[in-house]
């Protein structure tokens, strides 16, 4: 692996300029990424020399250590212009933020490449790990793995079984490249760039210091291992939900100001408006999207201050805490896709022209939305079981 020097990325507001500078190249490669499917390696070498996958990556290793308020406004700003080279630079975040809770070791070798390093990883437990002498022989699939084209390392989530494949624990390992093969598996309406193919490994030794139980992560137990950097203090639930929004937040905004634009200079068919902007039908509707674009964010803001402030105080959010955050997740993500199909209805049927990048925005929003472990109804559930004080919850990921 090539590794990217810039020197003169020392801070979050560093690589939010440098990303916004890439605007135009990542517009340019849009429309090429989305047909091979897979993000445009210009595309990509420009985001890495912006700094943008060594956001939530420890210090010692040239890495930012920033927050989910900036994770967040990189994914947006990204996302502005493309969707789904913003997905790969989210996922690749958020599973470098994983990594900083495993052990030293594991990360030594994650990150002997650099901070620039690009990581896949899925959670669900789909591999199965069986203990043998110094480690594990590990075998799984991990389907929607996204980045994978691009990671030199990938995440999965295994059943620790004895020999009878009775369960005795769940777990994450990491894998270098080497040990897995991508299978093609990705071929969807949207977010197509993204690369979230299947990743596949087939009896593969992973050392005992690569293997993290899930438990004792799920619920916490980490946060005094680091009480120095908050960031790897924050809740994994919350983090694993909200991380997923800030491609969200940029898409809404890129909608929205395409629409805006073509304002001045279409015309409303079928009636006398020379321009969309002079109709009070339009006007309705664009402030309407507005709104709600700004709902979004505002709830995305407010859980991501909530994790915050509990990670530099060194405690873990209760069950109401946390599950609000996942309500908080569920109307970001409701409030910009109904606020993109009400951007469509105000720009009319020219919206659907393949040329025409809203209707890519709008394709990448939905499928986006839709990630399990985001889902609206799910969230909602969570939250409402939460202020009921029902026990019984649905999904381990609050």
């Known amino acids: 692996m090539t590794t990217v020097e ?6 979050a507001e ?14 340019r490669n849009a429309a090429s990424s989305e047909a091979e499917r897979r993000v445009s390696e210009e595309t990509l070498a420009a985001l890495k020399n912006a700094g943008a996958f060594r956001l939530a990556v420890p210090r010692r290793y040239g890495g930012l250590e920033t927050d989910l308020r900036t994770l967040l406004d990189v994914s947006a700003a990204i996302a502005e212009s493309d969707g789904g080279p913003s997905w790969v ?13 495993a052990n030293t070791k594991t990360q030594d070798e994650v990150w002997a490449g650099g901070p620039d390093t690009i990581l896949a990883g899925v959670i669900a437990p789909s591999g199965r790990a069986r203990k043998v ?17 691009h990671a030199e390392w990938a995440a999965g989530g295994v059943y620790l079984v004895d020999d009878d494949d009775q369960i005795l624990d769940q777990g994450m390992v990491n894998i270098p490249k080497s040990d897995f093969r991508v299978e093609d598996t990705w071929y969807v309406a949207g977010m197509r760039s993204s690369g979230s193919n299947t990743i596949v490994v087939e009896d593969v030794f992973v050392p005992e210091h690569r293997y993290m139980s899930m438990l004792p992560t799920l619920t916490g137990q980490y946060l005094a291992d680091h009480p120095d950097a908050p960031l790897y203090r924050s809740a994994i639930g919350p983090m694993l939900v909200m991380v997923l929004v800030g491609p969200q937040l940029g898409l809404g ?49 407010r859980a ?6 509990y990670a530099e105080a060194g405690e873990f959010p209760d069950i109401a805490a946390r599950a609000r955050v996942r309500g908080d997740a569920a109307v970001a993500l409701r409030s910009i896709n109904e606020a993109i199909n ?21 394709r990448d929003s939905n499928i986006a939305a839709r990630h399990a472990v985001v889902l609206p109804q799910v969230s909602m559930e969570t939250y409402g079981k939460a202020l009921l004080g029902i026990d019984e919850h649905i999904t381990v990921i609050i």
């Open 253 to 301: 905004r890129a909608a929205l100001d395409l629409v805006i634009r073509k304002g001045a200079t279409k015309s409303l068919a079928y009636t006398t408006f020379e321009q969309n902007r002079d109709s009070v039908a339009f006007q309705l509707l664009v402030a309407e999207a507005a709104v709600k674009v700004d709902t979004a964010h505002l709830h995305a803001y």
């Open 89 to 101: 630079t989210t996922l690749s975040n958020i599973n470098a933020w994983a990594t900083g809770l």
């Open 342 to 362: 009400t951007l469509l209805n105000a720009n009319g049927a020219g919206s659907f022209a393949e040329v025409n990048a809203l209707q890519r925005i709008w």
């Open 304 to 309: 991501a201050e909530d994790i915050a402030r």
């Open 14 to 27: 560093d690589v939010l300029a440098r990303v916004r500078e890439l605007a135009p190249l990542l517009q």
């Open 133 to 149: 002498p110094g480690g594990y022989q590990v075998s799984g699939s991990w389907a929607y793995s996204s980045a994978s084209l």
């Open 6 to 11: 810039h020197t003169d990325v020392t801070t």
